[in-house]
């Protein structure tokens, strides 16, 4: 009779551990706050593009959005953190251009971790253009006085760029397109490159536009050039890389979100639908105009995805054209 009491008994625990997990599934998401991961040091365009957005998100889905900045190895310790969480919707990375398209092939190698296998992309969020920048220890006003500045000091200017990210590799490119040489020093962030330019730790080097512009203005720094396709309506003045006689050299900063694989379809989908509500409004993208930051939403959770991969076929042609490895 013991023995049956305790059968029954466990039986009703289980019942209701049961009940317990099948009524957090049919919870509506979000329920609880949601972790926003940025793979780099504060201060940088996506941090910035981050720290934008959670506050909107968090009035739009009703929980709170928390900003964590894990930077490190080139931002992949953000997105491992990220691929290793529950799948569950609760953990995401702002991810960008070169920890979704460039470090899955510099990287691929390296630990346990594939981006394209282990994350699934929510949408995209903006698309920043960059800059040629100058800091004041070097007296060129212009990219050709800049170049010609470097060739006479082989070896002796330097550049920051976070290792294998794709401001090292735009940096390689140019370099080898000017016939110049300079030394990588590698960094956690555009966050950390404004002030090792203002220092002259960096000589000259390429960081986004909106991280940089103030200082710009403010004559602190020199803009030699423009990744974009047009000059951009904050520096009119400064000429793209093409007009400067480097066409094809230089990305855009693009940046989104992404969640751990397996992440539920409903959960992507109300993600998707409350993010692109915040970045459409015409307050936010005002908001967003005077920043520096050009949205660029996505088409739907399928369309970043095939964006996505569509920029990691364009990388892996442009690391292998170069001989690019990461040891």
């Not at 289980?14 to 780099?40: D, F, H, N, T, W």
């Not at 040629?132 to 082989?154: F, H, T, W």
């Not at 908001?287 to 569509?310: G, H, L, Q, T, W």
Request: proline residues 7%; positive net charge.
């Amino acid at each position: 009779m013991r023995q049956k009491m305790k059968t029954v008994a466990v039986l009703l625990v289980a019942q209701a551990c049961m009940a317990g997990v099948v009524a957090a599934a049919e919870q509506p998401y979000p329920s609880k706050p949601i972790r926003l991961v940025i793979p780099y040091a504060p201060g940088g365009a996506t941090d910035i593009v981050a720290r934008i957005l959670a506050p909107k998100l968090t009035e739009r889905l009703g929980q709170q959005i928390v900003v964590d900045n894990r930077a490190g190895a080139a931002g992949n310790i953000a997105v491992e953190l990220v691929a290793q969480a529950q799948p569950d919707g609760y953990t995401l990375l702002v991810g960008n251009i070169s920890t979704n398209s460039i470090n899955p092939i510099l990287f691929k190698s390296k630990g346990g971790i594939d981006a394209n296998r282990d994350l699934t992309g929510v949408t995209l969020l903006a698309s920043i253009p960059n800059l040629i920048l100058g800091g004041p220890k070097v007296p060129a006003s212009n990219l050709k006085e800049a170049i010609a500045y470097a060739k006479e000091r082989p070896g002796q200017l330097n550049y920051s760029a976070p290792l294998g990210s794709y401001s090292h590799l735009d940096m390689l490119a140019f370099t080898r397109a000017a016939g110049i040489k300079m030394v990588h020093v590698p960094s956690k962030g555009a966050g950390e490159t404004l002030p090792a330019l203002l220092k002259g730790e960096v000589h000259i080097t390429e960081s986004n536009l909106a991280s940089n512009v103030g200082a710009v203005r403010a004559g602190q720094v020199k803009a030699y050039a423009t990744t974009a396709k047009q000059r951009v309506p904050e520096l009119p003045e400064v000429p793209t890389m093409t007009e400067s006689g480097f066409a094809g050299i230089g990305s855009l900063n693009w940046n989104g979100i992404f969640a751990p694989a397996r992440t539920p379809k409903a959960a992507v989908d109300a993600l998707y639908k409350a993010t692109v509500a915040v970045l459409k409004d015409p307050e936010m993208q005002a908001f967003m105009a005077k920043r520096s930051i050009p949205v660029d939403v996505s088409a739907s959770p399928a369309d970043f995805n095939s964006y996505v991969r569509s920029e990691r076929e364009r990388w892996a042609k442009i690391v292998t054209d170069n001989g690019v490895r990461i040891e």
